[in-house]
């Protein structure tokens, strides 16, 4: 079993920058792919960025793509997202997940969620 806490969320206006941690408790964080999604009001749960167990791979949406950078640290059991340039479109709840395995794109790919965290960007 792992729990994932997210913390960081806010409100920022466009072009200004977040970061997002999600702390893990239970089994070691370094079995697992890490991921990060959001949903925005009325539409549906969106891939945002994924990083393996190492750290060696990341991944992200084309939407994010040189604006936001997944890590983790492992000992500390914590995943990372930093949010730089932000725009309104950005705004969502971001959600932190973990996955033993399988494509990192796709929410049924995770085996454990958190609760979630809003950001919101004003324009």
């Known amino acids: 079993q792992v729990q994932l806490v997210e913390s960081g969320g806010g409100l920022v206006q466009a072009g200004g920058s977040l970061r997002l941690s999600c702390a893990a408790s239970?089994?070691?964080?370094?079995?697992?792919?890490m991921g990060w999604f959001r949903q925005a009001p009325g539409k549906e749960r969106e891939f945002v960025a994924a990083i393996n167990w190492s750290g060696d791979n990341t991944y992200y949406a084309d939407s994010v793509k040189g604006r936001f950078t997944i890590s983790r640290d492992n000992a500390k059991k914590t995943v990372y997202l930093q949010m730089n340039s932000l725009r309104p479109e950005d705004t969502a709840v971001y959600y932190c997940a973990a996955a033993i395995s399988g494509r990192p794109r796709l929410p049924e790919t995770y085996d454990y969620w958190g609760q979630g965290t809003q950001v919101t960007v004003s324009s």
């Open positions: 239970g089994r070691t964080l370094s079995s697992y792919a």
